[in-house]
């Protein structure tokens, strides 16, 4: 999973531990404690069909904590801010969906 963040130049970064309250992300860039992010991510349903197959996610976040993990990359703890019921639940979905197939 990547997400984009909403930056005038958007980055890449790896999404890893993910909840309905916020995630860990590991990026070339080192975000500040306190920035303000808009994080733009897709969900993916294997087990449904068409359009309802993937769900884009918009959220504003805010990054709590930055590790300097060394060769250039950095893991960025981020709060999700004001996320809509609808993004929770398939957020927790596809954790669960996530889990029962061994993957995330």
Not at 16 to 27: C, H, K, P, V, Y
Not at 36 to 59: C, G, V, W, Y
Not at 79 to 104: C, L, Q, W
Request: proline share 1%; aromatic share 8%.
């Amino acid at each position: 999973m990547r997400a984009s963040l909403g930056l005038s130049d958007d980055l890449d970064a790896l999404v890893r531990d993910l909840s309905d309250s916020g995630m860990a992300m590991i990026t070339k860039f080192n975000l500040p404690r306190g920035a303000r992010l808009r994080i733009k991510f897709n969900l993916i349903n294997l087990f449904l069909f068409d359009q309802e197959r993937t769900r884009r996610t918009e959220i504003s976040a805010e990054v709590v904590s930055s590790t300097d993990l060394g060769k250039g990359d950095y893991r960025a703890g981020v709060k999700f801010n004001n996320s809509s019921e609808e993004d929770k639940i398939a957020i927790n979905n596809f954790i669960k969906r996530s889990k029962m197939t061994g993957g995330f």
